[in-house]
């Protein structure tokens, strides 16, 4: 596995791409499932998550290929509505597929994705909402049978319990191909929800109110294939502000959509850092003393919990103390010892972390865990003395296009190596 070697200590400078959005690009490919026939998706990042995807496409009979940042999808009826455990197990997105075979086919099995890293993450609401439109769920051996007796899945209103990102997009790429209307109450208003219903309505579905916490959707009887360029991803764009502002560097983020985000904006100015619209992308700019922010994560639009381990290495450079709540998930602190390690002092307590700034931190060897917390690992490199290396980079690898390329591009001091772990 590779590792990541930087010499910290350069400000970022220059200009970055920001890729397409991993998580618009995983939902949007299961809905290929939808529809028969030739689908097109184009500015879709080239990473682990989406190959494993596209994998997972091709065991259920699609053809799923990748050439560059366009994914081509030929879509056909398949044989057995399945996802595997030794797929599901790499990546627990891959439960996005459960809503459209069970949509098209009337049933599916797909093994139950387990937790991850960052905590249980269980799929009670996605059952709950197919149960209200006429399925039947059994757990067995660790996979979800879903079975639609009457053959399809009939319209309900739905009332989810928290706002889940997956489980308002399985249920709505189930609700598609219902008989009769769907009401999604309490549905997550993420921009990538907005997105996979902007695909769903191209490929003639009747989905109103995505981006709203109330999504009604009007059954139809078949869709066709779509062609579609993904938007673009606000956590990348967040990792590269978060990583810009913390070496006090100055960069320009290119094809990125300011609307997206606002509440990450709102906290790097309300800590002295410089935000603005350029063009098509966010001009990020940092120097001398930030203040101490607080922050609370929260369903969108609130400060994104996708955002939290980057936000609090920024802290780190900061000047007093800063306390950074996470509501989402229940052990999403995993970077803390790390970032301990690196001579930040972080206190945890419960939910809640108090971030005291720092003069100076450390280069150090540090593990990643999950996605997040792994850029988080990469920002601190940057702004350290001497050399990180950042074992275990397979993670980063799931979520960010060329992550080396494009620091290396800004100034930074960054290499991929071989790893022995
Ligand atoms: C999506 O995960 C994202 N993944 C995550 O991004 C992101 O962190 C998360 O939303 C929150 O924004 C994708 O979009 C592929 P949830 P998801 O269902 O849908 C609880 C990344 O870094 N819950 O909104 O799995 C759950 O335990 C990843 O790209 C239930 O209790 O998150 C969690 O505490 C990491 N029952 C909370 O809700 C359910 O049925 C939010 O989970 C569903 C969720």
């Known amino acids: ?28 490919l299961c809905a290929a499932l939808l529809a028969d026939g030739d689908h097109r998706f184009r500015n879709v990042p080239q990473l682990r998550d989406v190959r494993t995807m596209a994998k997972l496409l091709r065991h259920l009979g699609l053809d799923a290929s990748q050439d560059g940042n366009v994914v081509d999808v030929v879509s056909r009826r398949i044989p057995e509505p399945v996802a595997p455990y030794e797929l599901v197990k790499q990546m627990r997105a891959s439960v996005l597929v459960l809503g459209p075979l069970v949509a098209r086919y009337g049933r599916a099995s797909v093994s139950l994705p387990g937790g991850c890293a960052i905590g249980a993450r269980p799929i009670d609401q996605h059952l709950k909402g197919l149960e209200a439109m006429g399925a039947e769920v059994e757990l067995k051996h660790g996979y979800v049978h879903v079975e639609v007796p009457a053959g399809r899945l009939k319209g309900a209103e739905i009332v989810l319990d928290m706002p889940t990102v997956t489980g308002t997009e399985n249920l709505l790429s189930a609700a598609v191909l219902a008989q009769g209307r ?8 993420e921009p990538e929800i907005e997105e996979l219903a902007r695909v769903l309505n191209k490929m003639g579905a009747d989905v109103e109110g995505a981006g709203t916490d109330v999504i009604t959707v009007q059954g139809v009887e078949s869709l066709q294939p779509v062609d579609h360029a993904i938007i673009p991803d606000r956590i990348e764009a967040g990792t590269y502000m978060a990583a810009a502002a913390a070496t006090r560097g100055n960069v320009l983020l290119e094809g990125v959509t300011f609307e997206h985000l606002e509440a990450v904006a709102a906290k790097m100015r309300h800590a002295g ?39 609090m290495v920024l802290m780190c450079t900061a000047t007093g103390q800063s306390r950074i709540t996470e509501t989402i998930f229940e052990n999403r602190f995993m970077h803390v010892p790390e970032l301990n390690r690196m001579g930040a002092e972080i206190d945890v307590d419960g939910r809640t972390a108090t971030v005291k700034g720092v003069e100076s931190m450390e280069g150090a060897q540090v593990m990643a865990t999950d996605l997040r917390a792994s850029a988080s690992l990469v920002i601190a490199g940057l702004v350290a003395h001497g050399t990180t290396d950042v074992l275990r980079v397979y993670h980063i690898d799931r979520g960010y296009e060329r992550i080396e390329e494009k620091f290396a591009a800004l100034g930074a001091t960054i290499e991929r190596v071989p790893g022995h772990a």
């Open 182 to 189: 769907t009401t999604l109450v309490n549905a997550a208003r």
């Open 273 to 311: 850092v410089a935000v603005e619209r350029e063009g098509d992308g966010i001009r990020v700019a940092a120097e001398g003393e930030l203040r101490a922010t607080d922050i609370t994560t929260a369903p969108h639009p609130g400060f994104p919990t996708d955002m939290q381990a980057q936000f």
């Open 1 to 28: 596995m590779d590792n990541l070697r930087i010499q910290g200590g350069a400000r970022l400078e220059g200009t970055v791409r920001i890729s397409g959005a991993k998580n618009a690009a995983l939902p949007i």
